[in-house]
C-alpha cells in the first residue's frame, strides 16, 4: 500500500537560503533530482516538500543535516550536499574511522583538510592548550598549511575576529628587481603560498570579502611593527628569514585573546650572510616558557612527493660536508665485487 501524501513547510532561517538552494536554485534543481517523488517549491526562506509520507520524512532528516552543515562551514559544495542527501556522509565517515578525527576544516569541493602526521596532530592540539607555537622542520612537511588551516577554522568556530598572515619580503636567492604595480601587487609575490591555501579552505566570494573587510589580513612582516594584535589568530611563516630583533618586534604585538603560530626551516635561510636568523636563538630561548610549545617537524611528516624525503636527505649530507650516501656504499662494498 503506497504511503499517503504528506506535506510540509520549511523555514530556511538558520543560514543564507541562497547558500543552501544555490544561486539561481542550483542545489534545488539538484534536490529536485535526488528526490524525484516529491514536490519541492522555494519561495524566499520557505521550502514547501509534498510527497510520500515516508520520503518527506527521509528529506525533513537529510535537510535538517544539510542545514547543520551549512551553518557550520558556511558553504555547501556539490558533493557535500549529494553526500548528505543520499546518506552517503556516513558511509564516508565509517571508511575514514579514526581519521575523521583529524579533520581540521572543511574546504572548497568537499576538501577535507587534515593533520596527515604525528607531528601535525601535535600542532593541532598544541594550539589548543597553548597561545604560541612554533612549528619548526624541513619543506614539504605542512607546516604553512596547516597553521591556515588552524586559523581558518578559529575564523569559522568565532574563536577570533579575524586572521593575519604575515611573512618576511626576502627573496629565495633570486634578484626579482623593481617589480611593477601598487603596493598590494608588489608585495603579492612573497605571500602566494599564504593565498594559495586560503584558497583552497573558503568559497572564492568569502575570501575576497574577508579580505576587502579586512577580516583576513596578509602583509609583510616589516608592517606589523607598532601593531597590537587582539582577538586574533597570527601566522608568521617562513620565520627563519627574520632576523631576532623582527622576531622580538613580531612576538611582542600579542594581544588579548590572541593565538600565534611561528612557522620556519632552519635549513632553508634566505638572508644576506651578514644577517643572522633569529629563528633557532628566539627557539631555544623560549623553550620551555609557559604557554609557548615547539613542534619540530622532520623527513617523517614531509606530505609532498616522495622525492622531496629524499632530496631533504641529499642536502643534509652537503650541508653536514659528508660524502653521497652512493659514495659511501660503494667504500663499504668489497674489492672485486
Known sequence: MPSPLSQ???????????LILGPNDRNLRALRELFPKLNLLARGEELRVTGPG????????????????????????QKVMEDIMTDR????????????QDVIVHGNHGLRVKARSPNQRRMVEAIAHHDMVFAIGPAGTGKTYTAVALAVRALKDRQVRRIVLTRPAV?????????PGDLREKLDPYLQPLYDALRDMLPPMKLDEYLATGVIQIAPLAFMRGRTL????VILDEAQNASLPQLKMFLTRMGRDAKFIITGDATQVDLPDRVRSGLLPAVEHLRGVKGVAIIELDEKDVIRHELVVRVIAAFREIEENR??????????????Q
Open 230 to 233: 587582539d582577538h586574533a589568530f
Open 8 to 18: 510540509r513547510t520549511i523555514h530556511i532561517t538558520a543560514a543564507d537560503p541562497v
Open 171 to 179: 627573496e629565495a636567492g633570486e634578484n626579482l628587481g623593481f617589480l
Open 54 to 77: 515516508e520520503d518527506v520524512d527521509v528529506f525533513m532528516e537529510r535537510f535538517d543535516q544539510l542545514q547543520r552543515h551549512v551553518v557550520t562551514y558556511h558553504e555547501l559544495p
Open 323 to 336: 660524502p653521497p650516501a652512493s659514495a659511501r656504499k660503494k667504500k663499504a662494498s668489497p674489492k672485486g
Open 89 to 100: 556522509a556516513k558511509e564516508n565517515m565509517a571508511e575514514e574511522g579514526t581519521e575523521g
